[in-house]
């Protein structure tokens, strides 16, 4: 039996559409100025920073932080998987390219977001969150494009033979530790050079 529409539905005309297509994209679009103001505000002035004033800086209403991140902890998670889905969208454009060094340019921009996100992932840490767990398929996608970036980098002869994706990986996280140790989380001249010194580890004729 085919289902009888009301003779007047107001939420199924055109323009409850647009309204609703409209409210949607509003949303969207509070949700990520709250994340950059809150990623931003944490690697500033520290965790300690409340929701109500992330919300005065992003612009929008204490209700809207609290409704989207109903936690201190769910804000720092969120922070983090948008990073990361910003770092596999850059990812995506280096493996669309033909620079066969392209894996350079992500693993030294996986090293700088991890220095200026290092306040936020050391409180993941101690809640112990873990993001391969938390956002399983975005940290598998960025596994796969340093994959593919590395192999295309073995081709061309600019990277060790017998370096792994998991060891690039494990390179990097701890590239994130050596960064913080040095204190170097606010200096991105100094955290790049460290970067570029344990990348140097897996150049060609680096043995």
Do not use: C, W
Not at 5 to 17: Q, V
Not at 144 to 149: A, I, N
């Amino acid at each position: 039996m085919s289902r009888q529409l009301p003779e007047h539905d107001p939420a199924a005309s055109p323009a409850a559409h647009r309204s609703g297509r409209a409210l949607r994209a509003d949303a969207r679009r509070n949700r990520e100025r709250v994340l950059q103001t809150a990623q931003q505000l944490f690697a500033q002035e520290g965790l300690s920073v409340s929701l109500d004033e992330i919300a005065r800086r992003a612009g929008v209403g204490p209700g809207t932080v609290h409704r989207h991140f109903p936690s201190k902890e769910a804000l720092y998670l969120a922070v983090s998987i948008d990073q990361l889905e910003r770092l596999v969208a850059e990812a995506a454009a280096l493996a669309a390219g033909e620079d066969p060094a392209a894996v350079f340019t992500l693993l030294s921009r996986m090293m700088a977001n991890g220095a200026e996100n290092s306040t936020v992932k050391s409180a993941l840490t101690a809640a112990e969150f873990d993001l391969r767990t938390a956002a399983p398929d975005v940290a598998a996608d960025l596994t796969g494009y340093v994959t593919e970036l590395l192999d295309r980098a073995r081709t061309a002869g600019l990277v060790r033979a017998d370096v792994t994706p998991g060891e690039v990986m494990a390179l990097v996280a701890g590239a994130f530790a050596a960064i913080q140790h040095a204190e170097a989380q606010t200096d991105p001249a100094r955290a790049a050079r460290i970067g570029g010194i344990i990348l140097d580890g897996i150049r060609a004729g680096s043995r």
